[in-house]
């Protein structure tokens, strides 16, 4: 009972608003301290690979960027379900925020993929099932933005945009199963498999580390885009109206 | 440190990495201030006439 | 949960499970071209297409490597360990390409069942170690 109401509580917009504009100073200066962390440790102490030399560094960019790319799009359909179910607005709001930072990571995923790809492989590209799988996850990011920009009023845009990122939410499990499923060019999972990872442990840390960082990116770009979204839904209302004055006598 | 930049030979692959990664988030970063400084602009502007509430808000 | 809302969760599973099934179909009737290589076992089976190009995975075969002197051609062989097949090739390999490698060629069999192949990519793991670790436990599995 205590915990429905303390949701229902924060998920007035006002509240979570305010919530947020409380939590952002301390997620960013986190932030800053894990990504140092993780950079240093993957481009200074974690060793070369045994086969790979120096050029598998880039996973501390990529492997995280990816893991982003899938866990966000997941937030997105679950928050457009229970904004379908319960027409939460901070769902909707949830929803469309997360649909810009999810898009930047897929296109980083795809990038930094192509920058590995080229000098490992031997090509920027290839039509393997898991490439492509992940550019379909980047489309679909781009169809959700261009939805919902496309409706003048926000909450039919959202009801849109939310029946939309269910529809694609089948391509998740593609993508982390493709190099299963099908003969790929890319390889297996190493850290997500059930034993144990198949990475060392000084090369491990790094990736967590930078994981955890690009994660706090995620939750600081969707709370600044919600508090955004917030404030354009609610212009009229009196807790703006509010907020308003008082910036205004500062 | 000359070490450290080219990496082995890979020099060039991993800072376009890294580079490319950090210039996406930064933008996304900037992009988040400029339009919350925007709607606060507006809706300053807004309660401050009171008048006409449509458009005010528009995102373009 | 209301009746509304039971309704609204109804069709959203319905959504899902719908779309689920499409892309199951969907999939299975492209299985094939997903294939993204054959294995030398698929090809001594007959199942790699004979008209178009089309790829072979495996392992590059311990000392089959053989370069040409005066040019960039070269031959090695491709293994699944069941069956192998000759691969000819001319031009840059990848830097992760070596013996034992798992390697994909892009290609065309010839008249002779050489494999000549027009792309060379390797095909790394997902096994991460520094060198020592790699040497140590190489020597770890001679010794049993």
């Given at each position: 009972?205590?915990?429905?109401?303390?949701?229902?509580?924060?998920?007035?917009?006002?509240?979570f608003?305010?919530f947020?504009?409380?939590?952002?100073?301390?997620?960013i200066?986190?932030?800053?301290?894990?990504?140092?962390?993780?950079?240093?440790?993957g481009?200074?102490?974690?060793?070369a690979?045994?086969?790979?030399?120096?050029?598998?560094?880039?996973?501390?960019?990529?492997?995280?960027?990816?893991?982003?790319?899938?866990?966000?799009?997941?937030?997105?359909?679950?928050?457009?379900?229970v904004?379908?179910?319960?027409?939460?607005?901070?769902?909707?709001?949830?929803?469309v925020?997360?649909?810009?930072?999810?898009a930047?990571?897929?296109?980083?995923a795809?990038?930094?993929?192509?920058?590995?790809?080229k000098?490992?492989?031997?090509?920027?590209?290839?039509?393997d099932a898991?490439?492509?799988?992940e550019?379909?996850?980047?489309?679909?990011?781009?169809?959700?933005?261009?939805?919902?920009?496309?409706y003048?009023?926000?909450?039919?845009?959202?009801?849109?945009?939310?029946?939309?990122a269910?529809?694609?939410?089948?391509?998740?499990?593609?993508?982390?199963?493709?190099?299963?499923?099908?003969?790929?060019?890319?390889?297996g999972?190493?850290?997500?498999?059930?034993?144990k990872?198949?990475?060392?442990?000084?090369?491990l840390?790094?990736?967590?580390?930078?994981?955890?960082?690009?994660?706090?990116y995620?939750?600081?770009?969707?709370?600044?885009?919600?508090?955004?979204?917030?404030?354009?839904?609610?212009?009229?209302?009196?807790?703006?109206?509010?907020?308003?004055?008082?910036?205004s006598?500062? | 440190?000359?070490?450290?930049?080219?990496?082995?030979?890979?020099?060039?692959?991993?800072?376009?990495?890294?580079?490319?990664?950090?210039?996406?988030?930064?933008?996304?970063a900037?992009v988040?201030?400029?339009?919350?400084r925007?709607?606060?602009?507006?809706?300053?502007?807004?309660?401050?006439?009171?008048?006409n509430?449509?458009?005010?808000?528009?995102?373009? | 949960?209301?009746?509304?809302r039971?309704?609204?969760?109804?069709?959203?599973?319905?959504?899902?499970?719908?779309?689920?099934?499409?892309?199951?179909?969907?999939?299975?009737?492209?299985?094939?071209?997903?294939?993204?290589?054959?294995?030398?076992?698929?090809i001594?089976?007959?199942?790699?297409?004979?008209?178009h190009?089309?790829?072979?995975g495996?392992?590059?075969?311990k000392?089959?490597?053989?370069?040409q002197?005066?040019?960039?051609?070269l031959?090695?062989?491709v293994?699944?360990?069941?069956?192998?097949?000759?691969?000819?090739?001319?031009?840059?390999?990848?830097?992760?390409?070596?013996?034992?490698?798992?390697?994909?060629?892009?290609?065309?069999?010839?008249?002779?069942?050489?494999?000549?192949?027009?792309?060379?990519?390797?095909?790394?793991?997902?096994?991460y170690?520094?060198?020592?670790?790699?040497?140590?436990?190489?020597?770890?599995?001679?010794?049993?």
């Open positions: 009972m205590m915990i429905t109401h303390y949701l229902h509580k924060i998920a007035s917009p006002a509240a608003y305010l947020c504009g409380r939590c952002l100073p301390w997620l200066a986190l932030f800053f301290i894990v990504l140092a962390l993780g950079l240093y440790g481009l200074v102490t974690a060793p690979d045994y086969q790979q030399g120096d050029a598998f560094r880039i996973i501390y960019v990529h492997v995280p960027a990816a893991w982003m790319s899938l866990f966000i799009y997941l937030v997105m359909a679950i928050n457009a379900a904004a379908l179910i319960w027409r939460i607005k901070i769902s909707e709001v949830i929803v925020s997360s649909a810009y930072i999810g930047s990571f897929t296109f980083l795809l990038v930094t993929g192509s920058l590995w790809g000098p490992m492989w031997g090509t920027w590209w290839t039509w898991r490439l492509t799988s550019l379909v996850l980047l489309f679909l990011y781009f169809s959700i933005i261009a939805l919902y920009n496309a003048e009023d926000k909450r039919v845009a959202s009801k849109a945009i939310s029946i939309l269910l529809v694609g939410v089948i391509n998740i499990p593609i993508i982390h199963y493709s190099v299963v499923w099908w003969n790929t060019l890319h390889q999972a190493t850290v997500t498999k059930l034993d990872p198949s990475i060392h442990i000084d090369m840390i790094p990736l967590l580390e930078m994981a955890f960082a690009f994660n706090l995620y939750l600081i770009s969707l709370m600044q885009r919600a508090r955004n979204e917030i404030l354009k839904r609610e212009f009229n209302s009196l807790w703006v109206k509010k907020l308003c004055q008082e910036s006598n500062e | 440190m000359n070490e450290f930049l080219t990496m082995g030979g890979y020099g060039f692959y991993i800072w376009t990495a890294y580079g490319v990664s950090f210039l996406v988030l930064a933008v996304d900037l988040n201030r400029l339009q919350q925007k709607t606060l602009q507006n809706l300053a502007q807004f309660h401050q006439t009171q008048h509430p449509t458009n005010i808000l528009d995102e373009h | 949960m209301n009746t509304k039971k309704k609204r969760l109804l069709a959203i599973v319905l959504l899902v499970a719908g779309v689920s099934i499409a892309a199951y179909l969907a999939l299975q009737s492209f299985n094939e071209n997903l294939m993204y290589f054959y294995s030398p076992s698929d001594k089976a007959g199942k790699a297409p004979t008209n190009l089309f790829r072979v495996g392992l590059v075969e000392n089959s490597l053989i370069r002197e005066d040019s960039l051609m031959e090695f062989r293994t699944d360990q069941a069956e192998t097949i000759g691969v000819q090739y001319t031009g840059i390999l990848p830097d992760l390409f070596r013996e034992g490698q798992g390697i994909i060629a892009r290609g065309k069999l010839n008249k002779n069942g050489l494999f000549v192949a027009e792309e060379v990519l390797a095909k790394h793991d997902e096994n170690m520094p060198p020592e670790v790699a040497d140590s436990l190489k020597m770890h599995n001679k010794a049993q």
